[in-house]
Every structure is written in structure tokens, then in C-alpha cells.
T-cell receptor, first 112, second 117 residues
Framework: QQQVKQSPQSLIVQKGGIPIINCAYE??????FPWYQQFPGKGPALLIA?????SEKKEGRFTISFNKSAKQFSLHIMDSQPGDSATYFC???????????FGTGTKLQVIP | GAVVSQHPSWVICKSGTSVKIECRSL??????MFWYRQFPKQSLMLMAT?????????EQGVEKDKFLINHASLTLSTLTVTSAHPEDSSFYIC?????????????FGNGTRLTVT
């Protein structure tokens, strides 16, 4: 049972492009939605996170859009760079920051 | 910033032996730590929640006698894979948040690559 569905599985964009990764969740009790970036052989690192009381959050080149009624949220990476090439995971949790459920991951490749 | 350190970063062991993986919060205290398992090109699957001074809570389908967790202090949790078999080969990752700052985001270690031959 996958509580957080993520798409696409992989994505290739050119430098400067705006990759968009989408996630959908089922459990309406989720109240915290983080995005993580993972490089090969490393643990995930928190990129940005949002709570359902706002529809958008921006930090640097990363923006989360959140649609509570549709139970969907997405990550946009502005002016993408080759260094952004990594696997991105959306996640969700309820009752705080602690126990998160991860999406299936999106492998992003930014080509020069 | 908060750092979570895992050791070793990789380990190779023979089938039937046990392997211990350490997870340390270097500059903060963590009442709770989490252990995940990640297969190649797949997502992180939560294995168990490690609670300082008490028994770990295991997710459904995770054998608690196979994956022993000890959280003896506020900065250290260990995962021991007992009687390891090739199917236990995986990437194991721990995470923790700063107990002292209330709602603190999770910080992840860099993982341990276990290969059982």
C-alpha cells in the first residue's frame, strides 16, 4: 500500500529548465510534506517542506505547490543546474516532523 | 547544522555473521531515531523507531529478532543485523531530530552499505 505516490520516475531536463515532480497522498491526517534530495551513496537531505495551511512555499530555486483539496503537491526547480542531478523524494507525515512516509522517488538529470 | 553520523559507511560480511551499524547525533540529543532500508533505485522503507531507554517499535513485516535495535543514550542508536544472509544486503539509513528544539526536521545519516556474501 503506497500512501504517497510520486511521478515521474525519471526526468531529464536541460540546464535552465524547470523540472516538476508531482506527488499525491491518500491519508488526510498528513500535516507535514517535506521534499528530500539524495545523491548516490548518501542519505537524503531536507530541501524544503510545507504544511497544508499554505498553497505555496519558495526557498531559493525550489518551490512547493500544494493543493489540499486534490491531495497533491509538487516540487518545481527553477533555473535547474547540472548539480541538481539527484534523486528527489517527496514525503508526508502526521503529527509532526518525525515518522515520514516516502514517495517512490524521481531521478532527475540536468544536462548542460 | 545538525549532523547525524553513521558508521561504518560500508561493510562486507559472510553469511551467518552479525553486523552492527551505529547512528550518532553529533551535536544534538535525540530521544527518537529511525532506521530505514533502501534497495537500489527504490524508496526508503521505515524499518523501526528507536526509542532511548525503551524498546524499539518495528514496522509490520520487520523481524525484530533479526534486526536488533539498541538506543542506550540520547546520541547513539545501533542496529544489529543478526545471522545476516545475502537478502539482507541493502543500504541502511538512520535519521534523528533534535529533541531539545521541539518540532525539528529529521536529519539523515549518510547510510551504511551492507553486502552479505
Amino acid at each position: 500500500q503506497q500512501q504517497v505516490k510520486q511521478s515521474p520516475q525519471s526526468l531529464i531536463v536541460q540546464k535552465g529548465g524547470i523540472p516538476i515532480i508531482n506527488c499525491a497522498y491518500e491519508n488526510t491526517a498528513f500535516d507535514y510534506f517535506p521534499w528530500y534530495q539524495q545523491f548516490p551513496g548518501k542519505g537524503p537531505a531536507l530541501l524544503i517542506a510545507i504544511r497544508p495551511d499554505v498553497s505555496e512555499k519558495k526557498e531559493g530555486r525550489f518551490t512547493i505547490s500544494f493543493n489540499k483539496s486534490a491531495k497533491q503537491f509538487s516540487l518545481h526547480i527553477m533555473d535547474s543546474q547540472p548539480g541538481d542531478s539527484a534523486t528527489y523524494f517527496c514525503a508526508a507525515s502526521k503529527g509532526g516532523y518525525q515518522k515520514v512516509t516516502f514517495g517512490t522517488g524521481t531521478k532527475l538529470q540536468v544536462i548542460p | 547544522g545538525a549532523v547525524v553520523s553513521q558508521h561504518p559507511s560500508w561493510v562486507i560480511c559472510k553469511s551467518g555473521t552479525s553486523v552492527k551499524i551505529e547512528c550518532r547525533s553529533l551535536d544534538f540529543q535525540a530521544t527518537t531515531m529511525f532506521w530505514y532500508r533502501q534497495f537500489p533505485k527504490q524508496s526508503l522503507m521505515l524499518m523501526a523507531t528507536s526509542n532511548e531507554g525503551s524498546k524499539a517499535t518495528y514496522e509490520q513485516g520487520v523481524e525484530k529478532d533479526k534486526f536488533l535495535i539498541n538506543h542506550a543514550s540520547l546520541t547513539l542508536s545501533t542496529l544489529t543485523v543478526t545471522s545476516a544472509h545475502p537478502e539482507d544486503s541493502s543500504f541502511y539509513i538512520c535519521s534523528a531530530s533534535d529533541t531539545g528544539t521541539g518540532n525539528s526536521p529529521l536529519h539523515f545519516g549518510n547510510g551504511t552499505r551492507l553486502t552479505v556474501t
